[in-house]
């Protein structure tokens, strides 16, 4: 407290008022004194509170506060006086905050008066003569006449009329109202706690709702907000009524709160008061809300000054009243949980259920075994929140746990992140995938995230000054991070064109998850956010034992991640060049798959009116521009030895398993091309090296077909000698058997092998079943014996699916010199057929397929195909003039297409 607030009596600051003369009433010039009075004091202890230090407000507020509630009170007491006097059948209760003790400058004066049945008239007179001279001197009060019976009949069905009544204190009247009021108040069938638990809790569920469920929203309500001075309260309103403990001492002695807990509600209520006082003195109204015409104007009154353009007053400000609502926010659900669990008869004699070696399930909450194991173990901390994860059917932490929880990071927080196991711990977890999403935002609600990741703690509770950004920046990497969650369900993800489809190929989703929590980890601390938070990544992903290659991806992702949305929203993407430009920053498919979904998902996360429809087609445009670069020859995958080696890691590990020797495995992997390993995941490749080891005939096809692959299809792989005409006879097999192409892969062993793999479903868009997996299997062994491969496939009709969309067909060619072969790039529509027909139009102009890349996005088709003559020469202009007229006219076939317009392009 400054000196001159230290110097302010606050008894002083009293009304002194003449002696009251019972039922005289109120003169209009006594009326107008009283007014000046009461002016007279609000601006007294308008001078008091600006006097108040900004580090040294707790006990001065409240204190303040205290005086401003006794000093209404004696107002109110003068009035009651001099219009009702002495009374024995009415009784003049404080309600509400006044009933607390709680007046801010232009808080409501909630009185209750209670009355016998039948009162006398003039008493009734009186009592309208009291509150319309509190209406005239300015105090605005708001009240209730009833009975007892009233009180308890309304009490009774309305529990927010019975908490009201909860904070009700006598002022004035009948003592023996008073009395009968304080035993209706304590009668056990008013309201059982049960019973009111349950209402009160459903009661704050539903403001939570009004309000988004966060307490993160850039224009937050003081009061009655998630985090606010209500939820406060409401910790104790339950004290008071289930367990007869209405003071936070109280809650502590009977272990409902730790000391360090009380202190802390006291602290953050200290703040949130000491902030909602100063607004209504600045909004000169009663104020709830935290609008941004007051934010700047109450940061300079409070001593908030500007430490840099990326770090303003307001910015700080609104940080600690942010940070207080937090505190609050967390506190009020701990206690509710520790209610709950108190008010369970069945939880003190619930027979544990051993979940780990470490954790159980008591009464469907989880709790430790042993007590002090997250003391011992500190990578416990990650490890519990994981288990939760795992087991849907835990409904929440046992209230000793989240002590237990409290206490670890009191003592142990700041060691966290130097811990090897913490950090193993919270590898294991990211790499759960989606599923780890949940657990990531249990983390930050105990606050062990933020302790975990001090940069991250850096920014709880921070805000960005704008009208863009509607969350703090934790709150706001919270929603990214639901989003990305999302991608991993279908149904969950429809209002993003690409995302589930992209998100179920990623090879580590945990990446993504990793670059969606630090993407804004260094917002406010001066400099480009981006690049500082570049260098945390690569710090955490070191810390974590990432390859250098998933750290570049992670870190690259961080610093580039609003690359994608400033390309898509402040650049023409039809030019070629900013498309090529942006492809090229991007490097890889593998990137930009990454990039596309961190962009939707930050988009997304920063306000929910933030995504529509067009910026859905812009970036998915964006994206399949890029794709189309890349995979035109632009891709430059980066980290190409490590990445090798990794997947070879992985595929030797799978195969050992299997008891595959690694003699045996060396030899096949011998003749794979490094291609293989940079194409194919793991799994696959495995997959692969298993058949051909145990193929019971070196020199015959081989066909594996798995029906449920990893990739959301049927996987084919056949391994058959690259003679002419192998791509046109395995995919006219396709043809036949009514089997639709989603994804192909080409590639040629050393030994000239052809080693394609193929992800294909059924004629009704479901994968394989054993008798269809049977009949191709026979099908396309019996077809790859014979020389040279028959090709010959019938005509379909087009799906009547595909009518509605139409991709104008793009023909180009580009001469790869390095690798002495002509590229063809084709895009168009798909259709039953297509890439058989295009097959077939090789084999028919006596073209050799040397690489293949096949994929369908939805109803467009990508293709790409390295060429070249019979001799295994590039093609010339002509050959590439006569190709092209060629695919025209198949394409055009009805079998295949319906009327579509060409663009043809030739690149040298």
Same mark, same amino acid.
């Given at each position: ?20 003369? =019972? ?58 006086? $001099? ?25 409501? @004066? ?10 006398? =008239? ?18 605005? =009060? ?46 056990? /069938? ?7 638990? $349950? ?17 993160? %929203? ?28 209405? /003071? ?14 009380? &202190? ?47 770090? !303003? ?60 194991? !997250? ?78 990741? =001090? ?23 919270? #929603? ?7 991608? &991993? ?9 690409? &995302? ?15 670059? $969606? ?30 390859? $250098? ?24 993407? %039809?030019? +070629?060049? @900013? ?197 191709? #299997? ?56 297509? !890439? ?31 060429? /070249? ?24 076939? +009805? ?14």
């Amino acid at each position: 407290m400054s000196e001159a607030a230290a110097n302010f009596d606050f008894r002083l600051s009293l009304p002194r008022l003449p002696k009251s003369v =019972p039922r005289s009433g109120v003169s209009e010039q006594a009326r107008l004194a009283l007014r000046q009075l009461l002016g007279d004091t609000d601006r007294r202890f308008a001078e008091a509170f600006a006097a108040i230090d900004r580090d040294r407000y707790d006990a001065a507020t409240s204190e303040l506060i205290r005086a401003r509630s006794r000093a209404v009170e004696r107002i109110v007491a003068h009035v009651w006086i $001099a219009c009702v006097g002495e009374s024995e059948m009415l009784a003049l209760f404080a309600a509400g905050g006044f009933g607390r003790e709680e007046m801010f400058p232009y808080s409501d @004066v909630d009185l209750l008066v209670l009355s016998v049945p039948k009162p006398e =008239p003039a008493a009734l007179r009186a009592v309208e003569s009291f509150f319309t001279c509190l209406w005239d001197i300015g105090l605005k =009060p708001g009240h209730a006449v009833r009975t007892l019976a009233e009180c308890r009949e309304l009490a009774g069905t309305d529990a927010v009329i019975y908490t009201s009544l909860l904070d009700a204190r006598l002022l004035l009247g009948s003592t023996s109202l008073a009395d009968e009021f304080a035993r209706l108040m304590h009668d056990e /069938t008013l309201w059982p706690p049960a019973q009111y638990f $349950a209402a009160k809790r459903a009661e704050e569920e539903q403001r939570r709702a009004k309000f988004n469920d966060t307490a993160y %929203n850039l224009e937050p309500n003081l009061k009655d907000g998630p985090g606010g001075l209500r939820a406060l309260q409401l910790i104790l309103w339950f004290g008071k009524r289930l367990f007869d403990a209405p /003071t936070l001492e109280a809650l502590v002695a009977r272990g409902m709160l730790s000391a360090d807990e009380a &202190a802390a509600v006291e602290a953050a209520r200290a703040r949130l008061q000491h902030i909602r006082y100063a607004l209504h003195l600045a909004a000169g109204r009663p104020e709830e809300r935290l609008l941004f015409d007051y934010q700047r104007l109450l940061a300079e009154r409070l001593g908030y000054t500007d430490e840099h353009a990326r770090n !303003l007053g307001v910015e700080q400000f609104m940080q600690s009243f942010f940070r207080a609502a937090i505190v609050v926010a967390r506190l009020n659900e701990q206690f509710l949980q520790r209610c709950e669990e108190a008010l369970d008869a069945d939880s003190a004699s619930a027979v544990p259920q051993r979940l780990s070696i470490d954790f159980v399930s008591l009464g469907g909450r989880l709790d430790c075994d042993p007590p002090d194991l !997250l003391l011992r173990r500190p990578a416990a901390l990650i490890d519990l929140f994981r288990v939760w994860v795992e087991h849907p059917e835990i409904k929440g932490l046992r209230a000793d746990l989240v002590s237990r929880i409290n206490e670890a990071l009191t003592k142990i927080g700041r060691d966290l992140a130097f811990d090897d196991g913490v950090n193993a711990a919270f590898a294991r977890l990211l790499r759960k995938g989606a599923p780890a999403v949940d657990a990531l935002i249990r983390l930050n609600r105990y606050g062990v995230l933020a302790q975990y990741l =001090p940069a991250f703690g850096k920014v709880v509770g921070r805000m960005q000054y704008d009208l863009f950004h509607v969350y703090t920046v934790d709150e706001h990497t919270m #929603r990214v991070l639901r989003n990305v969650a999302r991608f &991993a369900d279908a149904d969950k993800s429809r209002e993003f064109a690409l &995302a589930h489809q992209l998100f179920e190929r990623l090879a580590k989703p945990e990446l993504l998850i990793l670059a $969606a929590l630090f993407h804004d980890i260094a917002k406010g601390r001066g400099g480009d956010h981006s690049e500082l938070g570049e260098k945390d990544a690569r710090e955490f992903g070191a810390a974590l034992g990432l390859s $250098a290659a998933d750290i570049d991806l992670v870190a690259w992702l961080v610093r580039w991640h609003l690359h994608m949305s400033v390309t898509a929203q402040r650049q023409d993407i %039809n030019d +070629p060049d @900013v498309v090529h430009r942006f492809a090229a920053t991007v490097e890889d498919s593998e990137r930009l798959d990454y990039l596309y979904l961190l962009t939707c998902a930050d988009i997304a996360g920063t306000s929910a009116k933030l995504w529509n429809s067009w910026k859905d087609k812009l970036l998915a445009d964006l994206y399949t521009s890029a794709r189309y670069a890349l995979r035109g020859g632009l891709e430059r995958p980066p980290h190409v030895p490590e990445r090798v080696r990794e997947a070879q890691a992985q595929a030797y590990e799978a195969l050992a398993e299997l008891g595959l020797s690694a003699q045996s495995i060396g030899r096949i992997w011998s003749d794979f091309p490094e291609e293989t390993f940079l194409r194919f995941k793991p799994s696959l490749i495995a997959w692969q090296t298993a058949g051909i080891a145990n193929a019971s005939d070196a020199k015959a096809p081989l066909v594996l077909v798995d029906p449920q692959g990893p990739r959301g299809g049927s996987e084919v792989f056949v391994y058959a000698a690259d003679r002419d005409g192998l791509f046109a006879a395995v995919t006219a097999v396709f043809e036949r058997m009514r089997l639709s192409v989603l994804d192909a892969r080409i590639v040629t062993s050393k030994s000239g092998m052809g080693m394609d793999n193929f992800l294909v479903l059924d004629a009704n868009s479901r994968t394989l079943d054993s008798g269809t997996v049977q009949r191709l #299997r026979s099908t396309l062994e019996e077809t790859l014996r014979q020389d040279p491969y028959p090709v010959s496939v019938g005509a379909q009709r087009p799906l009547s699916r595909l009518r509605h969309f139409h991709i104008p067909t793009r023909i180009e060619f580009r001469d790869d010199a390095q690798s002495a072969r002509t590229q063809l790039a084709l895009v168009c529509s798909d259709r039953p057929g297509l !890439l058989a027909a295009v097959a077939q139009v090789f084999r028919a102009r006596k073209l050799r397929v040397h690489d293949a890349r096949i994929a369908t996005f939805g109803e467009r088709v990508e293709d790409f195909f390295q060429l /070249t003559d019979e001799y295994n020469r590039m093609l010339d202009a002509d050959a590439c003039k006569v190709l092209r007229e060629a695919l025209i006219e198949r394409l055009a076939a +009805p079998s295949v297409t319906n009327t579509q317009t060409v663009e043809t392009y030739v690149i040298s």
